[in-house]
Each structure stands twice: as structure tokens, then as C-alpha cells.
């Protein structure tokens, strides 16, 4: 225990901030005020710590040097940004990565912290709200050797993303938080870890949970960042203000990349050089002809092939590299273009010939049809899991993946399926 106290403190004092945040925190008080017309993300079924819930804002907000135009919540601490790796806020946090919340319907099969989403306002100027209702803390509900189990703590917060400025706000409703073990039973008995991840830096957060000071700083090596006193009371507003310059394209990035079915604007990530589109329901993604815009002088090949906007047509089943080359002819870029077709809204995918179901699953996956071959690749084309077989494949299991959309290959036919877990 000794030694565990002291690789925290060593982690905490090594700390140094290294510069301007690309974020300002600021905090005030607002009446906290539930969702009027909130739309269910895990419905009755409970969630735990490492749940993953994908949430569509339906409009593309600014965050750092990229677009977004969905969440990942993390029911268990705060949310990411899908496909980028990259932006994670981690508020119920702590030390060595752990999440601090669980639903408080724990072990009966049946949700008491219901998780919601609701979008408002007109285009240009839309809000996406994000709801925690009554969440528990995890080691004020499971019992072990650590802590002291009441199952009386919880905690009520919304997070809002704004389509117009790329504003983010966690704003904290009415909550309990008496026993001292739910910030973690054997490290922090004074509140959270909070922390803004985005790529190799993270702001850090810290001090009084109602005016908190922040710093940005390294997150290379082991980091586990500071922690806050306490919770924030009811009706404090944590406001991350963008504080960079609009991003300025390189050579060899797509300025604009868009099929003629996309049901809204590509995501274009110009960190990690992926673009996500999503195409209407029923598109066939066998032969679909991309338009882009390059800077001047720069050309765009698959695998050797030369490609024209709004000419060549290609198959997007599976992730595509494209590589940009700019116009000196030598500087090269590589594109993960990542094309996916519209969710129904519905548990399974049914074409008639083969029913694939749950989507979106916690792992296991069932298939019906004749199956003799099934191939399986994550977002970037790396196959995960490849099976053929004389009599037909009946279940899939995806439980050493992580939660993501992957592409599923079955028979020639191509389906988008997605693994959360509950």
C-alpha cells in the first residue's frame, strides 16, 4: 500500500506545465435544469464502469484542430471523441485509470441511472446535450476489501457541445457524495482526477471542485494528473472556451471530401489523417464515387491508382487508404477514408439473407443465414477475426475488442457492426 501512495505522489510531483491550453476553464453557476425531451442511451439495461455508448450530435462541432460530429459517453467517467483517439475527458477519474461511476441498479439486470441525449436549437447554432441521472460511484457499491459500501452516494451532471463555437461545459446538478471512499477506496479520499486528454497532452485540472485552477502539460510517460476537493455543488458550470487559432491545412490534406448519398458533411481529422462519412440507409458502398478538394498542385492515388473527384469509383466495404501527394511531387500524406452506412435504429441487420444481431453487441455475436466465410476488420483495415467453415457460423466472438464499429464481411456482403458494452 506503501508503495502504491508513493508511485502517486512521484507521479503527481513530477508534473510540469509546458504551456498555453488550448481550452480556457472557466467556471460560474446556472440553474441546473434536466432535459425536456430526453431521448434514452441505454434504455433499462445497466451499465458498468467501462460501458461505451455511442451518441449522434447530428451537426459537426469544432474541437481542436479537428470536427466532430458524434460522442463516445463513457458512462463510467465522461466521454471521447469516436474513430480519433485523441480528445478523451476523463472527469470521475482515478489514479491508474480506473472509473469512478456505476449505474446504482447494479447487479439487478435493470438501470436506476439512466443516461439520456437531447439536441436543441436551429442549424448553426445547435446544443448536444449529454445527462448522467442518479449515478452511483463504484466503490460506494461493490463491496471488497477496500472500501466501505453505503449505496447511498450519487451524483447528477449534463456535458453540452456547441455546434456554433465548439464550446464544451460540464454542468453539475444536485448530488451526495458522504462516504469518502467513493473517489477511491485506496489512493484519493478528497474528490476526483479530472482530465482533458487531447493526444500527448492533457489539461489537468485541480483544487477547489467549485473555482478549480488548471494547467496544460505532458501526458507522455506515466501521468496520472492532480485531483479536485470534493464534488462540484449543484449548479456549477465548468466552461472549456476554445482558445486556438482556426487550423491551417497542409499540402496533402482533403479540404472537403463528400459522396452524393452522405446523409451529412464528412468528419475530417486532420490530426490523425481519417475521414469519416456516413451514407443513407440501403446504400451499397460496393461502387461509390468520392468528390474532394485538394490544395493546388496535389493528386490523390489508391495503391498506385490515380484518382479524380467526382470520377472514380471505388469499393468502400472496408476502410481505404488514399495517399495525398503535394504539389513538389515528394511530400506524401496517407488518408484512412472510412465510409459507413446509417444505422436503422434497430437491434440486428436484416437483408434477407443473413440477420446479424445484437447491433450493437457487448461481444458475442450471433448470425443467421449460411455462413461458410466471415471476415472481420476494425477502422483502420486491420482484420480481426477471419473464419471459414464447411457447415454455417452461427456465433462470432469479439470479446478481446475493444468498443468501436467494425466491418463485417460475410458471403461477399458487407455490414457496419458496432461493439459497446453494458
Not at 5 to 33: D, N, V
Request: proline share 5%.
Amino acid at each position: 500500500m506503501n508503495k502504491l501512495f508513493f508511485l502517486i505522489s512521484l507521479a503527481i510531483l513530477s508534473i510540469q506545465s509546458i504551456g498555453q491550453s488550448p481550452y480556457i476553464l472557466t467556471t460560474t453557476q446556472e440553474p441546473y435544469t434536466t432535459l425536456e425531451n430526453p431521448i434514452s442511451i441505454n434504455g433499462t439495461t445497466e451499465w458498468n464502469q467501462e460501458s461505451s455508448f455511442p451518441v449522434s450530435a447530428g451537426f459537426d462541432f469544432p474541437i481542436y484542430q479537428s470536427t466532430a460530429n458524434s460522442v463516445n459517453i463513457l458512462s463510467g467517467s465522461g466521454f471521447n471523441i469516436p474513430y480519433s483517439g485523441y480528445y478523451h475527458m476523463l472527469f470521475f477519474h482515478w489514479p491508474f485509470g480506473g472509473s469512478l461511476l456505476l449505474d446504482r441498479g447494479h447487479g439487478t439486470g435493470t438501470s436506476l441511472s439512466p443516461l439520456d441525449y437531447e439536441i436543441i436549437g436551429e442549424a448553426g447554432n445547435r446544443i448536444l446535450k449529454l445527462q448522467w441521472t442518479n449515478a452511483g460511484f463504484y466503490w460506494d457499491i461493490v463491496d471488497n476489501e477496500y472500501s466501505t459500501v453505503t449505496n447511498s452516494d450519487y451524483i447528477n451532471f449534463q456535458a453540452w457541445f456547441y455546434e456554433s463555437d465548439g464550446k464544451i461545459e460540464l454542468r453539475f446538478g444536485p448530488s451526495s457524495v458522504l462516504n469518502p471512499d467513493s473517489y477511491c477506496a485506496f489512493a484519493s479520499k478528497t474528490g476526483p482526477y479530472p482530465k482533458f486528454m487531447i493526444g500527448d497532452h492533457l489539461i489537468d485540472i485541480f483544487g477547489d471542485a467549485n473555482n478549480p485552477s488548471y494547467q496544460w502539460i505532458s501526458n507522455e510517460g506515466i501521468v496520472y494528473g492532480n485531483m479536485i476537493v470534493g464534488i462540484p455543488d449543484n449548479e456549477t458550470v465548468y466552461i472549456f472556451t476554445p482558445d486556438f487559432s482556426p487550423f491551417t491545412l497542409n499540402e496533402t490534406d482533403f479540404q472537403t471530401f463528400s459522396f452524393p448519398q452522405e446523409t451529412g458533411p464528412a468528419t475530417i481529422n486532420l490530426t490523425n489523417h481519417i475521414i469519416n462519412i456516413e451514407v443513407e440507409s440501403g446504400t451499397s458502398l460496393n461502387a461509390l464515387t468520392s468528390t474532394f478538394t485538394l490544395s493546388e498542385g496535389a493528386t490523390a492515388d489508391i495503391s498506385g491508382i490515380t484518382q479524380v473527384s467526382g470520377a472514380t469509383v471505388n469499393d468502400f466495404n472496408y476502410p481505404i487508404v488514399y495517399t495525398v501527394t503535394a504539389e513538389d511531387g515528394v511530400t506524401e500524406q496517407h488518408w484512412v477514408i472510412i465510409a459507413t452506412v446509417e444505422s436503422t435504429g434497430i437491434d440486428e441487420q436484416n437483408d434477407g439473407l443473413f440477420t446479424i444481431y445484437p447491433n450493437p453487441s457487448s461481444g458475442i455475436i450471433q448470425l443467421n443465414g449460411n455462413a461458410k466465410a466471415v471476415t472481420i476488420s476494425n477502422i483502420f483495415g486491420k482484420v480481426v477475426y477471419n473464419k471459414k467453415s464447411d457447415s454455417s457460423i452461427t456465433t462470432i466472438d469479439l470479446q478481446n475488442q475493444p468498443d468501436g464499429i467494425y466491418f463485417l464481411k460475410v458471403d461477399g456482403k458487407s455490414y457496419k457492426i458496432t461493439l459497446a458494452r453494458e
